[in-house]
């Protein structure tokens, strides 16, 4: 008897909604220089290599941006709302508590049917729930699944915290992930040490009818940055590794947008060229969960990561949580 043929899992198609409402360092400036608050955009750019970030308008939710990067994704995959059976929304700033952010966006794209949830890993997000749609695509509990990141980091940032404030932004990126006969993604590698949940978190909670503690993001800036340097280049070896890949064979390296020189840091000690790494965090800022999806779909839009082309995925955040996902576009 024949065995059937491996199952893989294949991107189809991106898409993502970057909020109209774009804020520069300056217009950030002023508005903290209204409470007494010094920044600059020079310090910002030198030390984050932002230049701008965009916010979403009042009222907008976080399934409305996610459900607009996944219509482009399903466009550009050539596929209609009741192809999905999967969806998973990887986000920090859900619109409840629950359910879930991805019930919602099944309910505004009229998917009925298959299953629907968030993943919580903060900045790492889309690489935990691109691995997972992948495990279960292979594994037949799927077959056609919308992969998204979406975050509003605006309503969560504490504008009178400029060691915070000024390195986040909103928007949403998406990615229909397909089973395939031939592989797209190649290996994936997940990680997490919640010895660090303090150095990068929002430590408040709903409780007894209003939120207790304090609901705004709360960072060591520096502790942060030394993890995410060592973690990037170790999970980048393990998933080239577990492919059979070397670092020369990536065309494309699509980091978590966090801040220009942990980017940069990462690619040199892994070998890849500058002119190989895909930068938006200078007009994007740090998305979260977003940033990854982002970031690819600007890349693939603007005709830089073409089909067939080998891209590594580096996500880095809170929890801490790391991890890395190689494929073949
Ligand atoms: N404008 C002007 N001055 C500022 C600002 C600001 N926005 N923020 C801090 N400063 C001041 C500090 O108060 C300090 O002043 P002092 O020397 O008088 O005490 C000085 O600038 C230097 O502060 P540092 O914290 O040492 O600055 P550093 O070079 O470490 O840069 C930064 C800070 C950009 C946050 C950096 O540590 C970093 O990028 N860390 C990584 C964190 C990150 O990327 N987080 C994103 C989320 S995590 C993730 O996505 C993985």
New binding site residues.
Partial sequence: MNASPARHSRITGTGSLLPAHRVTNADLAAR?AADGI???DD??ME??GIRARHFVAPGVQTSDIAVAAARHALEAAGRKSEDIDLVIVATSTPDMVFPSTACIVQRKLGIHGGAAFDVQA???GFVYALALADSMIRTGLATKALVIGAEIFSRILDFKD???????GDGAGAVVLEASDTPGVLASELHADGRHVDI?CVPGQVAAGQVTGDPF?R?D??A??KL?VGVLDSVSRAVLAKAGRSAESVHWMVP?Q??I??MHSAARRLGVPAERLVVTVDEHG?T?AA?IPLALDTAVRAGRIKPGQSVLLQG???GFTWGAVLLDF
């Fill in positions: 903290l010094q920044t600059s310090w910002i030390r984050t903060v900045c790492t400029r060691t915070t404030c000024v390195l986040f990068l993001v960072m800036g520096q942060v940055f995410a978590h966090a801040n020189r942990i740090n979260s940033s880095v955040g809170g």
